[in-house]
């Protein structure tokens, strides 16, 4: 499956299989095109800078196709989905990107131009990046996650370059003390709620298209109700990563060590009502679906992901 994590790679192997022997023939031909030519790159970083242009912008005579687009016409069975998030990856923004926060490969960056603000994670971790580096190049979506393609500069200043980056440090220790809620396997999800902070609590509420006035105890009983009630629409709503990271719970008996999660995009705000989690993991904790927080295993206290021990049966129906 094509997905943000491997569609480079795809390809570039495409790409290599059709037109390898031409690379140095497509680089002294279009040249003098190349509109992102930086000094001081070693041959990798280069040959990577001119092949992700190669591949997502230059249209190749005699066609007047881009690769990417070649690939979508030799591929007529592709599900319109992936071919949907393919064709958003020829669209580049270029520009000056304040890093508001990072946590691991995930990054939320901010156009310095434009103000506005997008989720991006990195293939490989890059030292040296972190909240408030500035990064100056190019980024392209795959289904709304913002990659960096070829090279860009990297710039860290002793100022700091965004208010946003101090409110984000807010968010973050608010949820961190948030998500130090003691769990164990049978916890329900009105106690759990019960738990949150009222700013998760009324966007579930939202999500769910609840009243979110009145206290936090009376919305949990009617949040619990909504889900019982209606789970196979809610269920089917999902995107398909998340119904897999509800599977990866279910088979393991409703919970796990979160550290095993780690390859699912897990960025949330600490706002649901203002700024709704998209995330893959964000999306099933603002639908109540499932809760980060401490339990003991085995002697020690370990961070787990848990489906509420009240909704496992009606989920287990669909997965």
Known sequence: MIDENNFTDILVEYATGKYGEKFAEFHDKFYDEFPYKM????????????????????????????????????????????KQKLIGTKEFITSEFIVISKKGLSLKVKDRKTGKVYNSIFRINIPGVGANSLLI???????????????????????????????????????????????????????????????????ICNELSLDTQGRKNIKAQIIAEKLKKDMPVIFSSLPEK??????????????????????????????WTDNPPTSTIGILRVKGLLAIGKMPLNGRMYQVALVPEDIREEIKKMV
């Open 242 to 271: 998340s119904k897999e990271v509800l599977k990866i719970l279910l088979n393991n008996g409703g919970y796990i060590n979160y550290g095993k999660l780690k390859d699912f995009e897990d960025d949330i705000s600490f706002f």
């Open 39 to 82: 000094d001081g790159l070693d041959e990798k970083t280069y040959f990577k800078n001119f092949m992700d242009w190669l591949i997502f912008e230059k249209k190749l005579p005699p066609m007047g196709k881009t690769i990417v687009e070649e690939y979508i016409d030799e591929h007529p069975d592709m599900d319109g989905s992936t």
């Open 137 to 203: 190049g190019r980024i392209h979506s795959f289904g709304g996650i913002y990659l960096f393609a070829g090279a860009f500069g990297v710039h860290n200043s002793p100022m700091i370059l965004d208010p946003d980056i101090m409110m984000n440090a807010y968010e973050d220790r608010m949820i961190r003390d948030a998500e130090k809620m003691v769990l164990s396997s049978y916890s329900k999800l009105t106690a759990i709620l019960n738990k949150y902070p009222s700013q998760w609590v009324d966007g």
